[in-house]
């Protein structure tokens, strides 16, 4: 993610409804984008003040660290995508949601 110096200005562009895919970009990679963002406004970015520009980026380092390694997901089975990962299991098609 490339963010000016400016923090306020990094957190309008995380927030903004604008869309940074190409328009051909494929649907299943559109909503895939579209949902990673709405899990790191409601998780981060609609929660924290940012004073500067490196403080975003580690908050939001150490928020992605707490989803992959803590945070247990009822998709995976009450696991942690590192776990599901490590445990070497797949999601069923149908739970797939793209």
């Given at each position: 993610m490339s963010v000016s110096g400016d923090p306020s200005v990094a957190k309008a562009a995380l927030t903004s409804r604008a869309s940074f895919l190409?328009?051909?970009?494929?649907?299943?990679?559109?909503?895939?984008?579209?949902?990673?963002?709405?899990?790191?406004?409601?998780?981060?970015?609609?929660?924290?003040?940012?004073?500067?520009?490196?403080e975003l980026q580690v908050k939001l380092a150490d928020y992605v660290h707490w989803y992959?390694?803590?945070?247990?997901?009822?998709?995976?089975?009450?696991?942690?995508p590192i776990e599901f990962r490590k445990a070497g299991l797949v999601?069923?098609?149908s739970s797939k949601k793209m």
């Amino acid at each position: 993610m490339s963010v000016s110096g400016d923090p306020s200005v990094a957190k309008a562009a995380l927030t903004s409804r604008a869309s940074f895919l190409p328009p051909a970009a494929c649907p299943t990679i559109t909503r895939l984008c579209r949902s990673t963002n709405k899990i790191l406004k409601a998780g981060l970015v609609y929660r924290e003040t940012f004073g500067t520009t490196r403080e975003l980026q580690v908050k939001l380092a150490d928020y992605v660290h707490w989803y992959n390694n803590f945070r247990i997901h009822s998709t995976l089975g009450y696991m942690t995508p590192i776990e599901f990962r490590k445990a070497g299991l797949v999601l069923p098609r149908s739970s797939k949601k793209m």
